[in-house]
């Protein structure tokens, strides 16, 4: 055979490849294996139904056949036509894996099964205050201090300290507020010293020296550096577990407006709010909610965390102007379909009210991350009064057949009507709830 005729027959033998295997992957057979899953998570009481739909029999063996149900039967091994639907209904607390064998004898799928214990939260949609502190003392920016008539420096730029840098520390000493610098500052100048500071910068702790300098201009030492300690905002309530006495909001991190830099919270707490107006969104322009912290307002909770999910703390109690006042069950991410479901918020006054959305995209996500549905507001009611989605609306808790799926996190500022979710379950990780399961359901399985 001359080179040019093998050089042909090799190609064709790769383009005939190429085809079976687009072939074989369309099949319903390889479709089935791919969308079986790896994992079950099923709370107590809950049922699943997995579609497969191959023409073929198995056999399937489950480890602990006490914790699930198998098409209503609870046994160690089960044959399967696989054309049929297979009913899965958890049974008890507790962990198993079912294994699936073609014919009875080719292995083809091993599934670990998670029982978890029931979990239900009060979904919330009011308005909130949040008064949050630092951990420290942020660095929101340099300013030029006159040493002279014609020398204007900066100590703390010269020195390398950075925007967004949290001062925890001055000669070894915890600060946690602005007012405190100042002693130091002044102690050290009028003695001709420099000052220890220990900073957090990207979460690592550092020590940097600084020797303030005298204003010529205003007689005080300065160290050339703006700094805030504190931040305040809206947003909104997400859920509330009245088992554990635990809330989560905002469903994003707060962050400093000057530095864009998360805030580490030393202290914190959330109080009731007022909407008193709404500036609506536009293509480009996000709006907003406008709303007062009554100065006698009631303190509902702490803040203990400040995550990429939201804001978290203890609450005694739900509070008041709630739109469902009973515990919902939430779903994982698995649970979650593209098509109708609600979001509750505020938009006048502290009246929660449920207005429709549209989840239009579910993220597959092994790890958190905050954007896991993209959402779209249908409701005519809510873009009429908002232009859809607006500034302090994120945590709005998101519902879709009788469950707790997510919260609202962002806006597209190029079509407000639309925006990013985030699931539940992170949330409820990042409020120690879903961990708090898990350690009741290592408990029971020992």
Known sequence: MRERDFLFVKRLIGLLLVFFICI???????????????????????????????????QLTVKNPNVLKVNGQSKPSFQLDL????????????????????FGKIPFKKVSVNIMPDLKVIPGGQTIGVKLKSDGVLVVGHHLVSASEENKISPGEK?????????????????????????????AGKKGKAINLTLLRN??????????????E?????????????????????????????????????????????????????????????????????????????????????????????????????????KINKALPVAFAEEIKKG??????????????AFDIEIKHIAEQNAPATKGMIIKVTDSRLIEKTGGIV????????????????????????????????FIEWMLKDADIMENINKNNEETAA
């Open 159 to 187: 020195a390398k300290v950075k925007l967004g840098d949290l001062i925890t520390e001055i000669n070894q000493q915890k600060i946690t507020k602005v007012s405190k610098v100042s002693d130091f500052v002044n102690d």
């Open 391 to 422: 500034q302090g609306m994120s945590g709005s808790p998101i519902i879709q057949d009788g469950k707790i799926v997510g919260a609202v996190t962002h806006v597209f500022v190029n079509d407000p009507t639309s925006g990013y979710g985030c």
């Open 340 to 353: 109708p479901a609600q979001i509750l918020t505020v938009v006048d006054g502290q009246k929660v009210e």
């Open 203 to 216: 979460g690592k702790e550092l020590n940097v020296k600084l020797k303030p300098v005298f204003d010529v």
């Open 24 to 58: 074989f992957g369309l099949s319903s057979p390889f479709q089935s294996y791919a969308s079986f899953p790896t994992e079950l998570r099923l709370f107590s009481g809950q049922g699943k139904q997995l579609d497969y739909t191959m023409p073929v029999h198995a």
């Open 218 to 322: 205003d007689h005080k030492y300065r160290l050339g550096l703006y700094i805030r300690d504190s931040a305040a905002g809206v947003g909104t309530l997400t859920f509330y577990s009245s088992d554990l006495k635990k809330y989560g909001a905002l469903g994003h991190t707060i962050t400093d407006m000057d530095t864009n830099t998360p805030i580490v919270v030393g202290e914190g707490e959330i109080v009731h709010s007022k909407v008193t107006s709404i500036s609506k969104s536009k293509n480009g322009l996000p709006g907003e909610k406008r709303a007062i912290l009554p100065s006698q307002g009631k303190i509902l909770g702490d803040i203990t965390k400040n995550t990429p999910f939201g804001i978290f703390g203890n609450m005694g109690e739900f509070p008041d102007h709630g």
């Open 83 to 102: 054309n049929e639907p297979i009913s899965i209904q958890s049974n008890e607390i507790g962990q198993t894996e079912m294994q699936l064998k073609l």
